[in-house]
């Protein structure tokens, strides 16, 4: 069993920056890969931002590139995403989710196993 918290969400001017933090307990933090998705009133669950065990590789969104970092600390058994350069269309429910089967597309929200319970993140024009 694996739980996640995130927290980090709050209101921003187009613009600005936030730093989302994900906390996972349970499983041993470094044997899995860890994800961003996000979701906007009305649409589907989308991807953000994929990293693997190791912090090696990562992966993001054509909308997010350039402008996004995921990260991890697998000593304080978190994921970070820091978010720059925040636009009102980044406006969303984000949610981190971890993936302890260690197969599966990344893209997909079925790849994954646990997810946390959400942080708002709103950006305001």
């Given at each position: 069993?694996?739980?996640?918290?995130?927290?980090g969400?709050?209101?921003?001017?187009?613009g600005g920056?936030?730093?989302?933090?994900c906390?996972a307990?349970?499983?041993?933090?470094?044997?899995y890969a860890?994800a961003?998705?996000r979701?906007?009133?009305?649409?589907e669950?989308?991807f953000?931002?994929?990293?693997r065990?190791?912090?090696?590789s990562?992966?993001?969104?054509?909308?997010?590139k350039g402008?996004?970092t995921?990260?991890?600390?697998?000593?304080k058994?978190t994921v970070?995403?820091?978010m720059?350069?925040?636009?009102?269309?980044?406006t969303?429910?984000?949610?981190?989710a971890?993936?302890?089967?260690?197969y599966?597309?990344?893209?997909?929200?079925?790849t994954?196993?646990?997810?946390?319970q959400?942080?708002?993140?709103?950006v305001?024009?």
């Amino acid at each position: 069993q694996v739980q996640l918290v995130e927290s980090g969400g709050g209101l921003v001017q187009a613009g600005g920056s936030l730093r989302l933090s994900c906390a996972a307990s349970g499983r041993t933090f470094s044997d899995y890969a860890m994800a961003w998705f996000r979701q906007a009133p009305g649409r589907e669950r989308e991807f953000v931002s994929h990293i693997r065990w190791s912090g090696g590789s990562t992966n993001y969104a054509d909308s997010v590139k350039g402008r996004f970092t995921i990260s991890r600390d697998n000593a304080k058994n978190t994921v970070y995403l820091q978010m720059n350069s925040l636009k009102p269309e980044d406006t969303a429910v984000y949610y981190c989710a971890a993936n302890t089967r260690s197969y599966g597309i990344i893209y997909y929200t079925r790849t994954y196993d646990y997810w946390g319970q959400g942080t708002q993140v709103t950006v305001s024009s």
